[in-house]
């Protein structure tokens, strides 16, 4: 179905101007957030085995989270774990047709943002 | 894996990490390993160990599909599709391996 006419739709595509629904700002979080906590799986995984490798192991472990670059990444994973967590169990209730009436799905998407901001903050006060 | 299985391994996997999660945060805020010991006898009680276990078998699964629809979803080209979903499978295989080892040695001790 091809339109003969020339399109003359204004077209906008500047991110910065975009507003995007606050649904789609929290689905978009979701897959960012999961995909930042697949990247972190290889450090987890090295941080396990470290730890359980003796005394000094484990220390060695401890002592990364006074590193500063270590705490920032570290939030970043407690935002995304936060976010990924809360907007994972939105579209757990969004798959068995709970709240899925736009105005709902809308408040629900507020909370979700707002739970990941307060995941950070949490994280913020127990590890700075 | 795909259509039906895989959606249904994301939402199985899903309801697990999210017990593991809040499982494993709430016993940390409770009583966190101050020590190489308190920490290592944790990790290997029978309990923590199987748990552990499913957690890793969980998180990879879930990991998989997830990684799998974001690749699906956004490149484009055949080629480098077929690279990375390839690259991605290796890279959770080894992983799975890699963890492996770590609890049948944390068993071991």
């Known amino acids: 179905m091809k339109n003969k006419k020339p399109d003359t739709r204004p077209v906008n595509l500047n991110l910065l101007k975009i507003r995007q629904p606050i649904t789609a700002i929290a689905s978009i979080g979701h897959r960012i957030s999961g995909v930042l906590l697949f990247l972190s799986i290889p450090f987890v995984i090295w941080m396990l085995e470290r730890s359980l490798q003796g005394p000094q192991g484990f220390a060695d472990v401890s002592a990364l989270f006074d590193n500063s670059l270590i705490k920032i990444l570290t939030l970043l994973l407690a935002w995304s774990a936060a976010h990924h967590f809360f907007a994972g169990i939105r579209f757990l209730l969004l798959d068995i047709e709970i709240g899925i009436d736009l105005a709902t799905a809308r408040t629900s998407a507020m909370v979700v943002n707002v739970l990941g901001v307060i995941g950070v903050l949490i994280a913020m006060v127990m590890i700075l | ?109």
């Not at chain 2, 957690?55 to 699906?72: E, K, Q, T, Y």
């Not at chain 2, 055949?78 to 690259?87: E, G, Q, S, W």
């Open chain 2, 1 to 109: 894996m795909s259509g039906l299985n895989a959606w249904l391994l994301q939402r199985i996997s899903a309801v697990y990490l999210a017990g593991f999660l809040v499982y494993f945060l709430v016993s940390l805020l409770i009583c966190a390993p101050q020590s190489y010991a308190d920490w290592s006898d944790w990790m290997s009680s029978s309990t923590m160990a199987l748990a552990t276990t499913l957690f890793f078998i969980a998180l990879l699964s879930h990991a998989w599909v997830g990684m799998r629809d974001v690749l699906l979803d956004y490149v484009k080209p055949f080629a480098l599709r077929l690279t990375l979903l390839i690259l991605l499978a290796v890279g959770l295989l080894v992983m799975a391996l890699w963890v492996i080892r770590i609890l049948l040695t944390g068993a071991a001790v």
